[in-house]
């Protein structure tokens, strides 16, 4: 009996997961991306972003760990400790996460994988342009179809609502509200506070701030001070850099988690999935002075691509060890056989999946 959330994957499944990590890890280390491996064992810390969901013990010491259950924290942590690398630094993970109350995006699975990357030590729009477009490419080797990046700037969410100066817990009611897409909220929370004019007609238009490429033209007109025209200014930037092909949709009244990310964030989307498949960002100053990433998961993956991938390869059926070894230093996957003789053999074959049998005067293709 499993425990809840938690699941076992064998053969064609494991295969794909398998797969899927592979491409990703190949993907990122071409592009200069270092592996780091972490602990799944941290200190417990209130201050970790998911403290409150994490799971915790106790060791025989009496010191309360946590299991990780997120990989960026982790890493810059790792990397504070040992001392942070003198210019950009760019570093990729792979593996397992873990949360005692898991979103209801991630199935109620309490335990999932999540491949990414870390660009750390740099912040420019070049530096943002490569994270976009590795993400999109990051898609494209994991076989997702018709997916599309939507990126959001909460920078200049964050830099309109201070524009109003309003008291910090309205400010905060404005953001949600905001990022709900809740008009009627909204304009109840500036007529209450008196907010009127070019400020409040800025506020009331970033739900709307949605679609392609023409938004940005829309977000210029509501740029209520120098700091929300340098964002746009950024974005427009990093679009510049960027390669024709990929899919872009901009929702520019986003403002998850505005007081964590520091310029644009992005998620991916594919068709007929309410979830996303990615997500990362800029996050300049909550834990380093430079820094942004993205995130993986391999579970929502997988099922973006509508099938798991059938990658398994084409198995030899051996009848000696002389055999498999020879057929090994080729290259192919080789199973020893248990059969003694070659209708057993052609028996055994088909139960193990292979397809030829390697017999001393020759190789076979197994009967159906």
């Not at 200069?32 to 941290?42: I, N, R, T």
């Not at 070659?342 to 139960?351: P, S």
């Amino acid at each position: 009996m499993r425990p809840e959330g938690t699941r076992t994957y064998l053969g064609d499944e494991a295969r794909a997961r398998e797969a899927c990590v592979r491409r990703l890890s190949e993907l990122f280390a071409a592009w200069g991306y270092e592996p780091v491996e972490l602990s799944a064992l941290e200190p417990f810390d209130p201050a970790h972003p998911n403290a409150e969901r994490a799971f915790k013990l106790v060791d025989r010491t009496g010191d309360v760990l946590m299991l990780r259950s997120e990989f960026t924290t982790a890493l810059i942590r790792a990397l504070l400790a040992e001392g942070l690398p003198k210019g950009p630094a760019r570093f990729r993970y792979a593996g397992p996460l873990w949360l005692r109350e898991a979103p209801s995006e991630l199935g109620r699975l309490r335990e999932f994988v999540q491949v990414g990357v870390e660009l750390v030590g740099v912040s420019s729009p070049a530096a943002d342009a490569e994270l976009l477009e590795l993400a999109w490419a990051a898609l494209e080797v994991a076989g997702v179809e018709g997916a599309v990046l939507e990126v959001g700037l909460p920078s200049f969410v964050r830099d309109t609502l201070e524009a109003a100066r309003l008291p910090a817990e309205v400010t905060e009611r404005l953001r949600r509200a905001v990022d709900k897409k809740a008009v009627p909220e909204l304009v109840e929370l500036l007529e209450a506070h008196g907010v009127k004019g070019r400020i409040r007609e800025a506020v009331l238009a970033l739900p709307d701030l949605f679609g392609g490429r023409e938004v940005l033209e829309e977000a210029r007109a509501h740029a209520l001070s120098e700091r929300a025209k340098l964002d746009l200014e950024w974005l427009e930037a990093v679009l510049a850099r960027l390669p024709a092909g990929i899919r872009l949709v901009f929702d520019l009244g986003m403002a998850r988690r505005y007081d964590y990310y520091s310029g644009l964030t992005f998620r991916a989307f594919a068709p007929a999935l309410g979830f996303p498949l990615l997500g990362g960002g800029r996050y300049d100053g909550a834990m380093v002075p430079f820094a942004a990433g993205f995130a993986l998961g391999l579970e929502r993956l997988l099922e973006a691509a509508g099938k798991l991938r059938r990658e398994r390869p084409v198995r030899y059926l051996a009848q000696t060890p002389e055999l498999a070894r020879r057929l090994r230093a080729e290259g192919k996957v080789v199973l020893l056989a248990h059969a003694e003789d070659e209708l057993g053999m052609h028996e055994e074959a088909r139960a193990v999946g292979a397809r030829f049998l390697a017999l001393p005067d020759g190789v076979r293709e197994v009967e159906p």
